[in-house]
């Protein structure tokens, strides 16, 4: 299949650039059965049943960019892809020259940092000093916005690009679909008889990255961590087995779900997954899912038309694209029931 069957037609002026006033206001878009109801968020909370699970991915975001220069002098700035120990990253590192194994950076005018080597496209970075990585991150990196985000993080950023349940540190992007909760609205789920489970997938900056193959066969999918709980296993078990259902909470969530549930059975734990869901896709757990809006050509979309069905998901697009949806990261939502 080729690339360019996922493209689209999107006006700048529909990319969001700040998140809606609260949490919550955002308008949903519900694809099931070949129709497409407008609503609003809020209307989530009549449109699940008693006894679905409704999938969390609980990652957060790290302050993950930073700024310095090489010991030669030269302007560099440094983007964390995953953190792998207490003083370790992978990260990309811009500059006008690459560094070299060996040499020293110096980020944010304070930290000491050794370039250990090339892995692939990302730098392997040892910090100095005996303070781990996530507290000088936390200390003196900024927050990691999207490409098609035009500012930069601010306070308020720092608070909304990132979700209410957000708990285990290590993503640079944040899982989108989840944006849209407070509090108010996972109470009023649990309290109609929705479960609330989560699972944990760190979400790295290759998701923002096109597809540039031709084919999509082509192209190489990035790795990202996960683990799921035994309770999530059980959750999920006790929602199908009531006949109710699972509903994914954006895309990592599935990708996680789907990844462990590869050999035919989900199963717990922590691993690696390159999963890359394209149209033909076989799933195995998730029945519905609630995501943002996606870039043109992105592993997203092929994902979304894999769920939805391609001609149902594309005509989708077109019609948030005529009616003015708000896309990407501070956009709005789409609830979709699973083609088959």
Do not use: W
């Not at 194994?101 to 250990?116: D, M, P």
């Not at 090339?118 to 990691?144: D, T």
């Not at 961590?225 to 309770?231: N, P």
């Amino acid at each position: 299949m080729r690339t360019d069957k996922f493209d689209f037609a999107l006006p700048e002026r529909l990319i969001a650039q700040h998140p809606p006033e609260r949490r919550g206001a955002s308008r949903l878009l519900y694809a099931h059965g070949g129709a497409l109801e407008d609503c609003r968020f809020a209307d989530l909370l009549r449109l699940v049943r008693p006894d679905d699970v409704l999938v969390l991915n609980d990652t957060r975001v790290i302050k993950a960019r930073l700024f310095g220069s090489k010991d030669s002098g030269g302007k560099i700035e440094v983007l964390i892809e995953r953190v792998l120990n207490e003083h370790e990253v992978l990260a990309q590192v811009r500059a006008s020259h690459a560094p070299k194994a060996g040499s020293r950076l110096l980020l944010e005018e304070t930290l000491t940092v050794e370039v250990l080597g090339r892995e692939g496209e990302f730098f392997r970075l040892r910090f100095a000093g005996e303070e781990p990585v996530l507290a000088l991150l936390e200390r003196h990196g900024s927050l990691p916005l999207p490409p098609y985000i035009t500012h930069a993080a601010d306070a308020k950023d720092e608070q909304r690009y990132q979700t209410v349940f957000a708990r285990a540190a290590g993503a640079v992007a944040a899982p989108t679909a989840g944006l849209h909760f407070d509090e108010a609205m996972l109470q009023a789920l649990r309290d109609k008889g929705v479960r609330i489970a989560c699972v944990t997938l760190h979400v790295g900056a290759g998701t923002f990255q096109p597809v540039r193959a031709e084919y999509i066969r082509e192209h190489a999918m990035h790795s990202e961590c996960y683990e799921i709980l035994q309770a999530t296993v059980d959750a999920i078990a006790q929602a199908h087995g009531a006949g109710g259902r699972v509903i994914a909470v954006g895309t990592t969530s599935l990708r996680a779900l789907e990844s462990a549930a590869q050999s035919g059975e989900l199963q717990a734990g922590a691993g690696e997954t390159r999963i890359f869901i394209t149209p033909g896709y076989r799933f195995r757990v998730v029945d519905m899912l609630l995501t943002n809006f996606h870039l043109p050509k992105s592993t997203l979309l092929m994902l979304v038309c894999a769920f939805g069905g391609m001609e149902q998901m594309l005509a989708a697009y077109r019609h948030a694209v005529t009616n003015e949806y708000r896309f990407f990261s501070y956009g709005d939502a789409m609830l979709i029931d699973r083609s088959a």
